[in-house]
């Protein structure tokens, strides 16, 4: 089975923090994703990357950069936490190919900025 | 651009009864569709998906969903449901032509919430 995991469940930080989020998958997928959920707006893609190295922004970048330094592992960071940033973060994973392209998401980090 | 409306936000349910979720898109080419439910504190797992063929796709946990594409819906049904079922549930879409960039990412719903009551 497909594992992807992720640093922390819960975390709670404090604003001006840098916050690093880590998520890491087992499956050797090239796609990996980076969710913020938070209730009314369902999902919403801070950033993916296809490759190692690679990195693209997603809808809501703004704030938040990463780092795949290595193709399993996937590092969302909050340079100077803020409030507004206080969310649900979930990591998911995925194969490309137009007929495998289910995501595999970690359990999430519910990070509280203070 | 592509979207995906979930027109319910929060559907109650008595245990045994049978449920409908409802979900619409919009795009202009043709798509995959998925649903996938998220149990309290936990991440996302896929339970069913539609990429051709049948229109009629079942899943996990006896569910199951239909394609129309005129009416560009892929309801989400189960015939009866159980206590175990109380989750939020998100139907997502990415086109099938495109690979690549942001056109190959889902597209989620906001989600419903299913609260089965005994």
């Known amino acids: 089975d497909v594992k992807v995991t992720q640093s922390s469940r819960y975390l709670v930080k404090r604003t001006g923090e840098k916050v690093f989020l880590e998520c890491v998958q087992d499956?050797?997928?090239?796609?990996m994703f980076w969710y913020r959920q938070d209730p009314g707006l369902g999902l919403r893609l801070i950033y993916f990357?296809?490759?190692?190295?690679?990195?693209e922004k997603g809808d809501i970048p703004e704030g938040y950069s990463v780092s795949r330094e290595k193709k399993e592992r996937f590092s969302l960071i909050l340079e100077s936490a803020s409030t507004n940033q206080t969310s649900m973060y979930l990591c998911?994973?995925?194969?490309?190919?137009?007929?495998?392209?289910?995501?595999?998401f970690g359990p999430g980090t519910r990070l509280t900025v203070l | 651009a592509q979207s995906v409306t979930q027109l319910d936000s929060q559907v109650p349910v008595f245990e045994e009864a049978p449920v409908e979720l409802r979900c619409n898109y919009s795009?202009?080419?043709?798509?995959?569709l998925f649903w996938y439910v998220q149990y309290p504190n936990q991440g996302l797992q896929l339970l069913l998906k539609?990429?051709?063929?049948?229109?009629l796709v079942k899943g996990i946990n006896g569910f199951e969903a239909e394609f129309n594409k005129s009416q560009t819906s892929f309801h989400l049904r189960k015939p009866s449901v159980h206590i175990s079922d109380t989750a939020e549930y998100f139907c997502?879409?990415?086109?099938?032509?495109?690979?690549?960039?942001?056109?190959?990412?889902?597209?989620f719903g906001k989600g419903t919430k299913l609260s089965v009551k005994p």
């Open positions: 998911a994973s995925s194969i490309p190919g137009q007929l495998v392209d289910e995501q595999f």
């Open positions: 499956m050797d997928h090239e796609n």
């Open positions: 990357s296809y490759d190692v190295k690679m990195k």
């Open positions: 795009s202009s080419v043709s798509v995959y």
């Open positions: 539609y990429l051709s063929g049948s229109t």
């Open positions: 997502a879409v990415r086109e099938s032509m495109n690979y690549g960039g942001s056109q190959g990412n889902l597209i």
